[in-house]
C-alpha cells in the first residue's frame, strides 16, 4: 500500500492524541486502532503495530511517572505479575467468548463505573487504612481480573485499573493513573514481543506513529505529575464515553 505525506501528518497526530490520552487515564487504543484501520493497514497487523507503538511511548510516561517518584512498587508489583497470569488466561479463553456478548457486558459495567467514579474518585483516602495483607490481595485480584479482561478484548484496561486503584487500593488520582500505566505497560510489552517474533508489526506506518506516541505521551504524563486531580478525571469519563460508544456501535450497528 502507498501511503501520502498528509497520511503520515494524520497518523502523527492521532496516534499522538490517542498516546496522550493513554498517559492519563488508559483507552489510547479506542483512537490509534480505528486509525490504523482508516489508513488501510492489513488487519493481521493491527494488533502487533498498535503493540508496538503504544509500547513504545508508554516507556516514556513510565519513565517519567518513576522519576516523579508516582509508583508504589510495594503494591503495584502484585498487580504486575497478576495481570500477567490473567492476560495469558484471558488470551487461551477468548475463543469461547463471542465479542456480543463482551459488549453486551461492557455497556452493563461502563454506567456503573460512571457511578463509582462520580461517587467515591473524589474521596481522600489513605493507604495505611490498610494492612499489607489487604494491599496485596486487593492489588492481586485487581491485576488478574483486569489482565484477564485485557486478554479477551483489551479496550479500556488501563481505565479500568485506574479507577480499581482509586477505589480498592486508595490511591490518589496521580498514584492511580501512574501505576495504572505500569501495570498495563507490562502486559502490552509481552504481546509486543510475541507480535515482533511473529513478525506482525506495519513498520512504515509503526516509525511515524512510534513519534507521535512518545510526544504524546510525554505531554500527558507531565500534565498527571503537576496537576493530576484537573486532568485525570476529566480523560477518565471522555473514555469511558468513547468505550460505550464503540460498543454500541459494534452490538447494534455494525
Not at 7 to 26: C, E, K, M, N
Not at 169 to 182: D, F, P
Request: net charge positive.
Amino acid at each position: 500500500m502507498e501511503i501520502e505525506l498528509w497520511q503520515y501528518f494524520s497518523v502523527f497526530l492521532l496516534i499522538g492524541f490517542a498516546g496522550f490520552i493513554d498517559s492519563i487515564a488508559g483507552g489510547g487504543g479506542l483512537i490509534s486502532v480505528p486509525t490504523y484501520l482508516a489508513l488501510g493497514v492489513p488487519t493481521e497487523l493491527i494488533l502487533g503495530t498498535n503493540k508496538c507503538v503504544s509500547s513504545s511511548g508508554t516507556s516514556f510516561a513510565v519513565f517519567r511517572y518513576i522519576r516523579s517518584g508516582s509508583i508504589l512498587w510495594s503494591t503495584v508489583v502484585y498487580a504486575i505479575l497478576a495481570a500477567l497470569a490473567g492476560s495469558a488466561i484471558g488470551a487461551s479463553l477468548s475463543s469461547y467468548l463471542s465479542r456480543s456478548i463482551i459488549f453486551t457486558m461492557l455497556l452493563t459495567v461502563i454506567p456503573v463505573l460512571f457511578y463509582l467514579q462520580a461517587r467515591h474518585m473524589g474521596e481522600k483516602r489513605s493507604q495505611t487504612e490498610l494492612t499489607q495483607a489487604q494491599v496485596a490481595f486487593r492489588s492481586t485480584l485487581a491485576g488478574f481480573i483486569i489482565g484477564g479482561y485485557d486478554g479477551i478484548f483489551g479496550p479500556g484496561t488501563g481505565t479500568f485499573l485506574l479507577l480499581a486503584f482509586m477505589l480498592f487500593l486508595h490511591m490518589s488520582t496521580k498514584e492511580a493513573s501512574a501505576n495504572a500505566r505500569i501495570v498495563n505497560y507490562a502486559s502490552n510489552i509481552s504481546a509486543f514481543i510475541y507480535f515482533l517474533y511473529q513478525g506482525r508489526i506495519f513498520w512504515p506506518i509503526a516509525l511515524v506513529a512510534i513519534g507521535g506516541a512518545i510526544c504524546g505521551n510525554w505531554l500527558g504524563s507531565g500534565l498527571v505529575i503537576n496537576n493530576a486531580d484537573k486532568v485525570v478525571v476529566p480523560v477518565f469519563r471522555f473514555v469511558l464515553t468513547l468505550l460505550m460508544l464503540k460498543c454500541g456501535y459494534d452490538l447494534f450497528l455494525a
